[in-house]
């Protein structure tokens, strides 16, 4: 069964503000989720809803992982393990 998953919308307002959404929450793996009025000088980062500091962004984004530990082929579960 193919999952399907949601994607990041790209919202612009009428004041050429900029923003990166993904399931409801502020969220842009790629570069800033808030640009307000289109001034990338007011950039804001957001993963998952949760602000950052460009800095704090960047090292969250070096640190992130493909796949969750729970669906990471080389761990294993110990009840089935034998």
Same mark, same amino acid.
């Given at each position: 069964?193919?999952?399907?998953?949601?994607?990041?919308?790209?919202?612009?307002? $009428?004041? &050429?503000?900029?923003? /990166?959404?993904?399931? &409801?929450?502020?969220?842009? =793996?790629? &570069?800033?989720?808030? *640009?307000?009025?289109?001034? !990338?000088?007011?950039?804001?980062? /957001?993963?998952?809803? *949760? !602000?950052?500091?460009?800095?704090? =962004?960047?090292? $969250? @984004? @070096?640190?992130?992982? &493909?796949?969750? =530990?729970? !669906?990471?082929?080389? *761990?294993?579960?110990? @009840?089935?393990?034998?």
């Amino acid at each position: 069964m193919t999952e399907k998953y949601q994607q990041t919308r790209k919202l612009k307002k $009428a004041d &050429g503000t900029i923003a /990166y959404v993904f399931d &409801g929450k502020l969220h842009n =793996w790629e &570069g800033p989720a808030l *640009i307000p009025e289109g001034d !990338k000088r007011k950039r804001e980062y /957001y993963l998952h809803g *949760i !602000k950052y500091t460009e800095d704090g =962004w960047k090292e $969250a @984004r @070096r640190n992130r992982e &493909g796949l969750p =530990w729970f !669906k990471n082929p080389s *761990i294993t579960n110990q @009840r089935t393990a034998g």
